[in-house]
């Protein structure tokens, strides 16, 4: 169940949000031991792991008397650990990216999410058809929020300027679907451009420990 050995243990499972603490973990080199809560098997209702997340949801952290959940909390963490600039140091900055992290969870992701959710995670654990009412609120809505991330991006390398934060990471988790998913993000070129950079990074394209190290 678990690699590395260290203070802290980071909890996931593969899927988009544990995508997003695994890959700041792996870029970072954070010293973690993961553990793999395997969602199709109810692992995230077991005793044992409501006592670190009582939500019984993956990603979650425990770093000595610290139980962190929340993807974006476990990112900043884990960057604010690492003195890393993937949670900037000037204060201005640090503002910026938490503008992106709660438009991202209250706009963008939270109608990508129900795309994701109605095109894949239903069908994956069997849990019904999707639902035609909010996939179609949903990917207006996205679409419009598309526009807006596509004009912020216009002559910017990442979302705050030219360098890379946990922000890049949040709002792009769902990208790689957008096909899948039926998210509306053709003909916005600058979100494009974007992806195909996060893409080259391999903590980004490879967040997940392997199966077999976590399993030794
Ligand atoms: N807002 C939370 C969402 C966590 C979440 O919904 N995790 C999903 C996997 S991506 C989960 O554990 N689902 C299991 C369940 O809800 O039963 C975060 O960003 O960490």
Redesign the pocket.
């Known amino acids: 169940m678990t690699t590395g050995g260290s203070g802290m243990k980071l909890y996931y ?1 593969e ?4 995508k997003k603490a695994c890959a700041v973990a792996k870029y970072l080199e954070s010293p973690v031991e993961y553990v793999r809560i395997d ?1 199709s098997k109810g692992e ?1 209702k077991a005793p044992d792991f409501l006592a670190v997340n009582p939500n ?4 979650a952290l425990e770093d000595g008397d610290v139980r962190l ?4 909390a476990i990112m900043c963490h884990l960057a604010r650990k690492a003195k890393s600039e993937l949670w900037p140091t000037d204060p201005a900055k640090q503002i910026e990216v938490l503008k992106w992290l709660s438009w991202n969870s209250e706009h963008f992701t939270r109608q990508a999410g129900t795309l994701y959710f109605n095109y894949l995670v239903k069908p994956k654990f069997g849990l019904g058809v999707p639902d035609e009412k909010a996939t179609e609120e949903a990917i207006g809505l996205a679409r419009q929020f598309a526009a807006v991330l596509d004009r912020a991006l216009e002559g910017r390398t990442f979302l705050l300027g030219d360098h890379l934060t946990v922000a890049d990471f949040a709002v792009s988790v769902t990208l790689p679907y957008a096909e899948a998913i039926r998210l509306p993000i053709e003909g916005f070129d600058n979100i494009a451009r974007w992806q195909s950079l996060l893409d080259e990074i391999p903590a980004w394209r490879e967040p997940f420990p392997s199966l077999q190290a976590a399993a030794a």
């Open positions: 499972f899927t988009i949000n544990g969602l995230h019984g949801k993956i990603p959940w929340e993807s974006n």
